[in-house]
C-alpha cells in the first residue's frame, strides 16, 4: 500500500505566499516523476509543475516565475512553493507521483486527497 499525504494550503492574500508539502509512504521501491496538479471550480484539472527524480522540472506557463517545485529524493517527498499568488491560483492542488512498488516492481501512478488554495483579500 502506498500513500500521499499533502500540507501547506489555506488562505493567503493577493501577491502572498504558500509552500506546499507532499510525502509519500508505505511499500515504495523507487518514486519516479512526482508532480502538482491543480483544480477549481468547474473547470478541468491541470498540470502545475513536474520535477523527474534527477531535478529536472517544467511549468505550466501560468505560473512561471513564481512557483518552484523541488524533492527531496531520500524522504520521498515534493514541495511547491508559490509565490505572489494571485485568486486565479485558487484551486484544489493535488500531489501525484509514479512510484515503483515493493511488491512487483511496477509502476503505479498515485494521488494525494488534495489541499485547498485560495488567494482572496
Known amino acids: 500500500q502506498v500513500q500521499l499525504v499533502e500540507s501547506g494550503g489555506g488562505l493567503v492574500q493577493p501577491g502572498g505566499s504558500l509552500r506546499l508539502s507532499c510525502a509519500a509512504s508505505g511499500s515504495i521501491f523507487m518514486v519516479n516523476a512526482m508532480a502538482w496538479y491543480r483544480q477549481a471550480p468547474g473547470n478541468e484539472r491541470e498540470l502545475v509543475a513536474t520535477v523527474l527524480s534527477g531535478g529536472s522540472s517544467t511549468y505550466a506557463d501560468s505560473v512561471k516565475g513564481r512557483f518552484t517545485i523541488s524533492r527531496d529524493n531520500a524522504k520521498n517527498t515534493v514541495h511547491l512553493q508559490m509565490n505572489n499568488l494571485k485568486p486565479e491560483d485558487t484551486a484544489v492542488y493535488y500531489c501525484?507521483?509514479?512510484?515503483?512498488?515493493?511488491?512487483?516492481?511496477?509502476?503505479?501512478?498515485?494521488w494525494g486527497q488534495g489541499t485547498q488554495v485560495t488567494v482572496s483579500s
Open positions: 501525484n507521483a509514479h512510484i515503483i512498488a515493493t511488491w512487483d516492481r511496477k509502476t503505479y501512478r498515485y
